[in-house]
């Protein structure tokens, strides 16, 4: 979603989440050797959490997955790293990736495809083609090939999604995707949600890959702001009803 905020409104975002990242580390400079990673990021500013249930966000993600979607929560991240090898956050089978995790980011600094934006293979949030894909090895070093075209990560063919600040990038989490040429301090805000779980094996999973979920930060949980709580009210109740074992896809 190009210029989904205006260049006021994510630079109020912006602003927010240094601020909050700043907060965080008590004051403290940040060493770009270390970076900064934060779960339960805009559970803990007004603002960021204004941002998520306005319509921009909020309509956008029920229109992708439909009434009763949960909060699988959020990220702030300053990166350190200048690459993320191949991956799908949520690997699985048929059954499992027909079910629809999206995550959106929101990237505070220019990417391009020389300088660390997200790449993706397209359709391989579905089977046959995300089954297909393997990693040499599973941490993937440097230089490693990807089957089953036997090149190298960086040329893995993929779509380049370059992105300014304003933008939104939407994606399933069961899409193989990447960065290559990053640099330390890049920043982006990650909001993760899930259409409502109609079966078990949807459950078992949420709570084999996002145990985390179910329980919604305090600020979000008390929050009596209606949309916060449709996305939140049933997750403590979801996390402990009692499922099957979940086998993942592949061996993580």
Known sequence: FPKLFTQGEIAKI???ADDLWLRLRDGNQLNPDDGQAVSAFVEQDA????MVVGDS????????????????GSEGNVT????????????????EISYTRLKINLYLDPITEENGCLRVI????????HGEIEPEDRHQRRGLHVRPFDVPGPDMPSISIESSP???????????HAIFNGWAG??????????KPETEDNLSSLQYYSGGMFDPHPNWRDNDNPKIQS????????????????????DD
């Open 14 to 16: 912006t602003r927010s």
């Open 47 to 50: 603002l960021l959490t204004d």
């Open 57 to 72: 966000i909020y309509g956008a993600v029920e229109d992708i997955l439909g009434p009763g979607f949960l909060w699988a």
């Open 80 to 95: 350190v790293n200048s690459e993320h090898p191949w991956h799908p956050d949520r690997p699985g089978d048929h059954d």
């Open 122 to 129: 397209p359709f391989s949030q579905r089977m046959p083609l």
């Open 166 to 176: 304003g933008d939104a990038i939407f994606f399933h989490q069961s899409i193989w």
């Open 186 to 195: 890049r920043r982006y805000i990650a909001l993760k949600f899930v259409a």
């Open 231 to 250: 996305m939140v009210s049933a997750l403590p109740e979801l996390g402990a009803r009692k499922v099957h074992d979940f086998v993942p896809f592949r």
